[in-house]
């Protein structure tokens, strides 16, 4: 008898539904999503007429351990050919962890269209450091094929923070 109230105890604990929680050990970091959105200000340096730009950032990239991948949007007016600017694509960033301030190299590009009377469509490049993973200096060249000022260089300071709380399977 003892025998079978301890058989049918292995068979009651085995039962018992497991906890949906993740294993207590994992090999490298847990990706996560994050929505960000900011203000950035610059100038175009080179090509088109020079001139001061404004505007702001939308982002949804993935982070996991230190690489960064993602789609970005940016818009803004352009002083120097008094035209609207509006610029999409894919970026991709290193993060490199300190035990000071975390930094972050990148690049994104892809399509550009520029409203006006010399507007068009075209395409466009950017080089970005991050600092402290909310402040960025970067540098861009952007082609238009429209009448005049096809190319431009432009250098800038985006601030950018995440506009909604992490999400994906890295977040429990």
Not at 15 to 25: C, K, L, M, S, T
Not at 26 to 34: A, D, H, L, N, Q
């Amino acid at each position: 008898m003892r025998h079978l109230a301890l058989g049918f105890a292995v068979i009651a604990v085995a039962a018992v539904p497991a906890r949906a929680e993740p294993r207590g050990f994992t090999i490298g970091g847990r990706p996560v999503w994050f929505v960000t959105g900011g203000v950035t200000a610059g100038g175009t340096v080179a090509g088109a007429p020079r001139g001061a730009l404004v505007g702001g950032e939308l982002g949804l990239v993935r982070i996991r351990d230190r690489q960064v991948a993602g789609l970005y949007l940016d818009g803004g007016y352009d002083f120097g050919v008094d035209a609207a600017l509006v610029t999409a694509g894919p970026e991709l960033a290193i993060i490199r962890r300190s035990p000071t301030m975390p930094l972050a190299l990148g690049v994104d590009g892809g399509a550009a269209i520029r409203f006006g009377d010399d507007g068009g469509l075209g395409a466009t490049g950017r080089v970005f450091l991050t600092v402290a993973g909310a402040v960025s200096l970067y540098g861009r060249y952007l082609f238009i094929d429209g009448d005049a000022d096809r190319h431009a260089v432009q250098v800038g300071l985006t601030l950018k923070f995440p506009l909604a709380a992490p999400f994906g399977a890295g977040v429990r």
